[in-house]
């Protein structure tokens, strides 16, 4: 009778090395190339539009109050601090566009006087947050 001889089971381990390095390679790109969302801070009671469109890429968010508070990253600021708040979120993420998340009980002068300052800061992209239900 002939006898087999078996090979060594420890030549049939998988060198895990390379995926592990692949993994915290992935892992690193999805960091840097992923654009964090500022938030304004607090919550406002949005008008309701019927032409209001779904903007995934509204990156600086500026939200007026009832009050007249206008909140920029998660802190109150003034009216005329708008434009260098906005020129400095707008340095960090050039591509990024400006929503406006205004109050429905917010004065429009105070809305005006912040998308100037909004567009005296550099971006020409800017929105008014609205709910899309259409609703009154």
């Known amino acids: 009778m002939a006898r087999r001889h078996r090979g060594n ?66 802190r109150v600021v003034d009216v005329r601090a708008v434009r260098a708040n906005v020129e400095r979120l707008h340095a960090e993420n050039p591509e990024g566009s400006v929503v406006i998340l205004a109050d429905k009980a917010s004065q429009t002068g105070i809305l005006v006087e912040v998308m100037d300052q909004v567009r005296l800061g550099g971006v020409q992209n800017v929105s008014i947050a609205a709910d899309q239900n259409g609703g009154g």
């Not at 995926?19 to 500022?38: E, G, P, R």
């Open 9 to 74: 089971d420890d030549d049939a381990q998988i060198d895990l090395t390379p995926m592990l390095d692949m993994s915290f390679i992935l892992l690193i790109f999805f960091i840097v190339t992923t654009s964090f969302v500022k938030e304004a801070g607090i919550d406002v009671s949005r008008p309701s539009a019927k032409s209001a469109e779904r903007k995934e890429r509204g990156n600086i968010l500026i939200a007026i109050r009832p009050s007249g508070e206008i909140w920029i990253d998660k």
